[in-house]
């Protein structure tokens, strides 16, 4: 049974960091796409961040270039999301998404993605 678990939430100033994490199980961590949505109130699910377990490219949103970065231990079978400088409006909660695939496309499209952890909430304050 595939499990996402993430954490690493919270409440933070503008300009403040915060790293998520997810821990994967219940399936063998390669040949998967793994990926960070996140939700805020009233808006769609938007597609963060992404990244192949067997390696390669990372694709994040315009809206997080240059600011969050995602990581992953193999090893650990535990996805990361480390987000610096963060504004106002990264303020949701922080999904961590799983798909078995050769490789991650279209990645931010929500439909893509069989596993979904249960989320962890992101409060960025002015």
């Known amino acids: 049974q595939v499990q996402l678990l993430e954490s690493g939430g919270g409440s933070v100033q503008a300009g403040g960091s915060l790293r998520l994490s997810c821990a994967a199980s219940?399936?063998?961590?390669?040949?998967?796409?793994m990926a960070w949505f996140r939700q805020a109130p009233g808006k769609e699910r938007e597609g963060v961040a992404t990244a192949y377990t067997g390696g390669g490219s990372t694709y994040y949103a315009d809206s997080v270039k240059g600011r969050f970065t995602i990581s992953q231990d193999n090893a650990k079978n535990t996805l990361y999301l480390q987000m610096n400088s963060l504004k106002p409006e990264d303020t949701a909660i922080y999904y961590c998404?799983?798909?078995?695939?050769?490789?991650?496309?279209?990645?931010?499209?929500?439909?893509?993605?069989?596993?979904w952890g249960q989320g962890t909430q992101v409060t960025v304050s002015s």
């Open positions: 998404a799983a798909t078995y695939a050769g490789a991650c496309y279209p990645w931010s499209l929500h439909s893509y993605y069989d596993y």
């Open positions: 219940g399936f063998t961590y390669n040949s998967y796409c």
